[in-house]
């Protein structure tokens, strides 16, 4: 079965970096477009960055300049490189993902379970 994980969430300080990787496993046949998601506590979960099969990209005003979205589809992954952190971006970061399994002949939503970023003051 299809599925995805987050790793490199953590604790960092106010302008320092962490990079996000989310790694899709399973039989996958194809990859359409990857999102990163996040929701702060009392908050929506809102769209942070997105790119497509062919690599454009989109970013929340919030986070343009500072954050960077790319992917390897060779390893069915993509990262969220992000720099200079500020405390609003402390929130639980989801990947997403619309793929196409082998043997489906569509494509599917699938939902990682979200890794913690803290930035401290």
């Known amino acids: 079965q299809v599925r995805l994980v987050e790793s490199g969430g953590g604790l960092v300080q106010a302008g320092g970096s962490l990079r996000l990787s989310c790694a899709a496993s399973g039989n996958i046949l194809s990859i359409n477009d990857m999102h990163w998601h996040r929701q702060a506590p009392g908050k929506q979960r809102e769209l942070v960055a997105k790119?497509?099969?062919?690599?454009?990209?989109n970013y929340a005003d919030s986070v343009k300049g500072r954050f960077t979205i790319s992917r390897d589809n060779a390893k069915n992954t993509v990262y969220l490189q992000m720099n200079s952190l500020k405390p609003e971006d402390t929130a639980i970061y989801y990947c997403y993902a619309e793929l196409q399994p082998h043997g489906d002949i569509w494509y599917d939503d699938y939902w990682g379970p979200g890794t913690q970023v803290t930035v401290s003051s």
């Open positions: 790119i497509t099969s062919g690599g454009g990209t």
